[in-house]
């Protein structure tokens, strides 16, 4: 089962495309977190959050407990700003070394590109966001 991790903007639609696929983010997220740490800045997973719809997703998914359901807290929204400086400082980390995460490393390099557009909009419109998985 593959995971995926992307973003979650806050409201019913943000009026821009906020996808990005996440697959290798969630296979290196090991890696990427450590990373995050040596930088000092904040690793993508703390921006974790899940909401009703997507748990029920990811259960529906077999990736999870349906009782926690019932046991869910708010969901936890962040402001783009800070998802931009710890993707700042990870792009910043593999355009000087794209192949610290072996031959994927630019494809990981891509796909934290391609969160920062995201971030960069959400910003822009004073939106807040959060990470979500997803099992496939």
Excluded: C
């Excluded at 929204?77 to 610290?100: E, K, M, N, S, V």
Aim: no cysteine; net charge negative; hydrophobic share 40%.
């Amino acid at each position: 089962m593959a995971a995926s991790m992307y973003i979650v903007v806050e409201g019913d639609d943000p009026g821009y495309n906020i996808y990005v696929n996440g697959r290798l983010l969630a296979r290196y997220e090991s890696a990427i977190e450590k990373l995050a740490l040596e930088l000092g800045v904040k690793p993508l997973l703390e921006f974790f959050s899940a909401d009703e719809n997507s748990m029920a997703l990811l259960i529906e998914e077999g990736g999870g407990n349906p009782d926690l359901l019932k046991r869910l807290p708010p969901p936890q929204w962040y402001p783009a700003r800070d998802g931009l400086r710890t993707l700042a400082a990870l792009i910043t980390a593999l355009d000087a070394d794209p192949h610290q995460f072996g031959s994927e490393g630019p494809e990981v390099l891509s796909e934290l590109r391609e969160y920062e557009a995201v971030l960069r909009k959400t910003a822009e419109r004073n939106l807040r966001w959060h990470l979500a998985v997803s099992w496939r």
